[in-house]
């Protein structure tokens, strides 16, 4: 485990990296508190493997640091190494070795031949029952896991995973978000980039948020999300009903949506008020729900584009 003592885990301070032209990140400044489970939540080219990549040692900085467990990889390349696990890009195995064997290879390797812990890694990413199946003939979640086991063979403090759900199916994206959970329960801290909104907002205690290359918010998920909680209202006459909440003073945003229901965006706390006027103006309120903020809408909020599209470069 790290022999230093910063507390963040990762530490970026105006990062940049610029291809010709093109500058792909962009004075990336934040940090990653240790212990979090941390989303790195960025559309298709925004620039989250190039940062990933800086971070490593993959890829030389224009400008500006990265700072793995308090150390820049290009100075301290062993103290890095020695405590971080990484899976970027899909892993490459022998095809014809089970499981096991090419996870005892690669330990073997990079010096590590504690038998031991291979049983625990292969137990941990949910491996035990085909550990000795061929690579090969693995599903790509399965792959993915042995990929992740890959990367904790250092017992790493920071395990950083770039888009360990791509193409995986809705159920091989659920046992990597629990094998992220059961990372985090067992001492680790994650950093996870996706370009996945619903997928970070489940997992993640603290996300960054990046776009074209530039850090567009970041902070514990609770704080991110503040402010975008919604009531939904089953009501009649839901476009009367919009006019009248519309009187309602400091009532940002009243829309009726394509099911004919109220979304207004307001916390719970301002429910009762928001019946009363209804129910006072003769409106039927058939249903009022609470509705948690959604990082899809803030993401959208803040970026003004939907995630999972292809950035045009320039
Ligand atoms: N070696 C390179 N040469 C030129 N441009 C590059 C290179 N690597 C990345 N880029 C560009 O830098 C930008 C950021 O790419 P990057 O791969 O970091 O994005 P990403 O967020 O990881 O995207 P994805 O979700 O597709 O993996 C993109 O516009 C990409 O085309
Ligand atoms: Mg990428």
């Given at each position: 485990?790290?022999?230093?003592?910063?507390?963040?885990?990762?530490?970026f301070?105006?990062?940049?990296?610029?291809?010709g032209?093109?500058?792909?990140?962009?004075?990336?400044t934040f940090?990653v508190?240790?212990?979090s489970?941390?989303?790195?939540?960025?559309p298709?080219?925004?620039?989250?493997?190039?940062t990933?990549?800086?971070?490593l040692?993959l890829?030389?900085?224009?400008s500006?640091?990265?700072?793995?467990?308090?150390?820049d990889i290009?100075?301290?390349?062993?103290?890095?190494?020695?405590?971080?696990?990484?899976?970027?890009e899909?892993?490459?195995f022998?095809?014809?070795l089970?499981?096991?064997?090419?996870?005892?290879?690669?330990?073997?390797?990079?010096?590590?031949?504690?038998?031991s812990r291979?049983?625990e890694?292969?137990d941990l990413?949910g491996?035990s029952?085909?550990a000795?199946?061929?690579?090969?003939?693995y599903?790509?979640?399965?792959?993915q896991?042995?990929?992740?086991?890959?990367?904790?063979?250092?017992?790493?403090?920071?395990v950083?995973?770039?888009?360990?759900?791509?193409g995986?199916?809705p159920?091989?994206?659920?046992?990597?978000?629990?094998?992220?959970r059961?990372?985090?329960?067992?001492?680790?801290?994650?950093?996870?980039?996706?370009?996945?909104?619903?997928e970070?907002q489940?997992v993640?205690?603290?996300?960054?948020?990046?776009?074209?290359?530039?850090?567009?918010?970041?902070?514990?998920?609770?704080?991110?999300?503040?402010?975008?909680?919604?009531?939904?209202?089953?009501?009649?006459?839901?476009?009367?009903a919009?006019?009248?909440l519309?009187?309602?003073?400091?009532?940002?945003?009243?829309v009726?949506?394509?099911?004919?229901?109220l979304?207004?965006?307001?916390?719970?706390?301002?429910?009762p008020e928001?019946?009363?006027?209804?129910v006072?103006?003769?409106?039927?309120v058939?249903q009022l729900?609470?509705?948690?903020?959604?990082?899809?809408?803030?993401?959208?909020?803040?970026t003004?584009?939907?995630?999972?599209?292809e950035?045009?470069n320039?």
């Amino acid at each position: 485990m790290s022999t230093s003592s910063s507390r963040s885990a990762l530490e970026f301070d105006q990062l940049t990296k610029r291809f010709g032209e093109h500058v792909a990140v962009d004075a990336m400044t934040f940090s990653v508190p240790r212990g979090s489970i941390f989303g790195f939540l960025g559309p298709n080219g925004a620039g989250k493997t190039t940062t990933i990549g800086m971070a490593l040692g993959l890829i030389p900085p224009s400008s500006g640091t990265a700072r793995v467990l308090g150390f820049d990889i290009r100075t301290n390349p062993s103290e890095v190494l020695q405590n971080v696990g990484a899976m970027v890009e899909r892993p490459a195995f022998y095809p014809y070795l089970s499981g096991r064997m090419n996870l005892q290879v690669f330990g073997a390797q990079a010096g590590m031949d504690d038998r031991s812990r291979i049983e625990e890694i292969i137990d941990l990413v949910g491996m035990s029952e085909r550990a000795n199946a061929k690579f090969g003939g693995y599903s790509t979640g399965m792959k993915q896991r042995i990929g992740i086991g890959a990367a904790l063979l250092c017992d790493p403090e920071l395990v950083i995973l770039d888009e360990p759900t791509n193409g995986l199916d809705p159920a091989g994206q659920r046992e990597i978000r629990e094998l992220v959970r059961r990372l985090s329960e067992t001492g680790h801290t994650v950093f996870v980039s996706s370009h996945i909104l619903a997928e970070i907002q489940e997992v993640c205690s603290h996300v960054a948020i990046i776009n074209r290359g530039k850090l567009v918010s970041t902070g514990p998920m609770s704080e991110i999300l503040a402010g975008t909680d919604q009531l939904v209202i089953d009501v009649d006459r839901p476009e009367d009903a919009r006019q009248t909440l519309l009187n309602i003073p400091d009532l940002e945003k009243v829309v009726v949506d394509e099911r004919q229901r109220l979304i207004v965006d307001v916390s719970l706390d301002r429910a009762p008020e928001i019946n009363q006027t209804l129910v006072q103006s003769g409106f039927a309120v058939s249903q009022l729900r609470h509705q948690e903020g959604q990082l899809e809408e803030r993401f959208l909020a803040l970026t003004g584009q939907a995630t999972g599209s292809e950035q045009t470069n320039g």
